[in-house]
């Protein structure tokens, strides 16, 4: 299935995906973290609706959505590989939860593209660790993949050639994924519990 078709974003529609599962695991001290709390009544308003909650997209991003076949093509250049693309990808464990890669690199590796602003390119350059707000997308990725790795593939056309691609190897934390596959189960009861009271009423 081809990403960002209506079939794709049908197959995802009250599910927790990869790109949001970071909102699933935000925390505050006291109550229910914002951004938590709207993903779950986003993920209510879905199932009750059976139509994916419109989401906020500006330039940049869309700019980002036409880079990235350039940026998978320089990373199987770069790396002598062959990158798979896929649809959504459910949990194997999880119902209603999953995610969307990038690509399939082999049996055991995936990638997750991003094509940043320069300055933020640069940061990722120098640094060479993929951003930490990226993590939890990666891990969730591996969860549902069962993969081992993710290439972190930060791509930015406006610098000179040699600095346009950065590749970062993000290995699996099994530790991380079990925490986040708790949060991501009660998360999903909360929603469940919300759905089931309003068809009460």
């Given amino acids: ?3 960002r078709t209506e079939a794709w974003f ?3 529609v009250g599910k927790v995906t990869a790109s949001r599962v970071a909102d699933v695991m935000a925390t505050i001290k006291s109550g229910e973290a ?3 709390k709207n993903y779950r009544m986003q993920l209510v308003c879905e199932r009750l609706t059976g139509k994916k909650e419109e989401s906020f997209t500006n330039s940049h991003m869309e700019r980002g959505i036409e880079l990235e076949p350039i940026a998978r093509s320089l990373y199987e250049i770069k790396t002598s590989t062959f990158v798979t693309e896929i649809g959504f990808v459910e949990h194997p464990e999880i119902a209603m939860s999953g995610c969307s890669p990038d690509g399939l690199v082999g049996k055991d590796g995936l990638i997750e593209i991003k094509c940043p602003t320069a300055a933020n390119h640069i940061e990722t350059l120098t640094s060479q660790t993929a951003p930490s707000k990226y993590m939890a997308q990666m891990q969730w990725q591996m969860a549902c993949t069962e ?8 791509y930015c056309a406006d610098l000179p050639e040699a600095l346009q691609l950065c590749v970062i190897r993000v290995n699996r934390d099994d530790e991380y994924i079990e925490n986040m596959e708790t949060e991501v189960t009660k998360f999903l009861n909360e929603v469940e519990e919300t759905v089931n009271k309003l068809g009460k009423l």
Avoid: P
């Avoid at 993969?147 to 930060?154: A, L, T, Y």
């Fill in 147 to 154: 993969g081992k790795w993710v290439d972190f593939v930060s």
């Fill in 34 to 36: 914002a951004t938590r």
């Fill in 10 to 12: 049908a197959q995802r």
């Fill in 1 to 3: 299935m081809e990403q």
